[in-house]
């Protein structure tokens, strides 16, 4: 299985500021990358495609970007409504699996 | 507009079964590979099974192969996951997923019904 690896596990950030979540993979899984947010109580919310594609809807502040084993998220200009906890997936082969999630708190 | 909405949680002792469904709209079903994931307490998201576009091919994750069953109907827009052998370690928020075209990675996610397994 392909082990997907997030850091950090939690980061305290202001409104405005400049984040970045990084998650590496166990072995090559090209672009086949997704980048999901997901709130308490809720759908969990697609972000990225394809490491670095936008999903339709999403704000243009989340980008993604890497290819290989290491990616990253940047959300830039953090807002109130982005406190949430952020995962990746690959889906380059099967068992499709996640990383272990990166929750972004108020500081 | 997209809408998946998952039904069937509920609570079960270790051993028993239990079926979820999911009823999709807003969208042409038989297009979609189909998913469902889920969310133990406190844990992070875990890909369980997804189904191709005419039910032919399943996907499992090696700890629930054998227990569960996905299946699909595309003629009443929905997706089912039947559980068997339910054990503690089951207990989770069970999430019903749309597949990009094209693609494995869950482009929609409906909100999810609690699956709690406890004697």
């Known amino acids: 299985d392909i082990q997907m690896t997030q850091s950090p596990s939690s980061l305290s950030a202001s409104v405005g500021d400049r984040v970045t979540i990084t998650c590496r993979a166990s072995?090559?899984?090209?672009?086949?990358l997704a980048w999901f947010q997901h709130k308490p109580g809720k759908a969990p919310q697609s972000l990225i495609f394809?490491?670095?594609s936008l999903q339709r809807d999403v704000p243009s502040r989340f980008s993604g970007s890497g290819s290989g084993t290491d990616f990253t998220l940047t959300i830039s200009g953090l807002q109130p409504e982005d406190f949430a906890t952020y995962y990746c997936q690959q889906y380059e082969r099967y068992p499709l699996t996640f990383g272990g999630g990166t929750r972004v708190e108020i500081k | 507009e997209v809408q998946l909405v998952e039904s069937g949680g509920g609570s079960v002792q270790p051993g028993e079964s239990l079926r979820l469904s999911c009823f999709a709209s807003?969208?042409?079903?038989?297009?979609?590979?189909m998913s469902w994931l889920r969310q133990a307490p406190g844990k992070g998201l875990e890909w369980v099974a997804n189904?191709?576009?005419?039910?032919?091919?399943?996907y499992y994750v090696d700890s629930v192969r054998g227990r569960f069953t996905i299946s699909r109907d595309n003629a009443k827009n929905s997706v089912s996951l039947e559980m068997n052998s339910l054990r503690v370690e089951d207990t989770a928020i069970y999430y019903c997923a749309r597949e990009a075209q094209s693609s494995s990675w869950p482009d929609f996610w409906g909100q999810g019904t609690l699956v709690t397994v406890s004697s």
């Open positions: 807003g969208f042409t079903f038989d297009t979609h590979w």
């Open positions: 189904i191709k576009l005419d039910g032919s091919v399943q």
């Open positions: 394809a490491a670095s």
């Open positions: 072995h090559d899984i090209h672009t086949y």
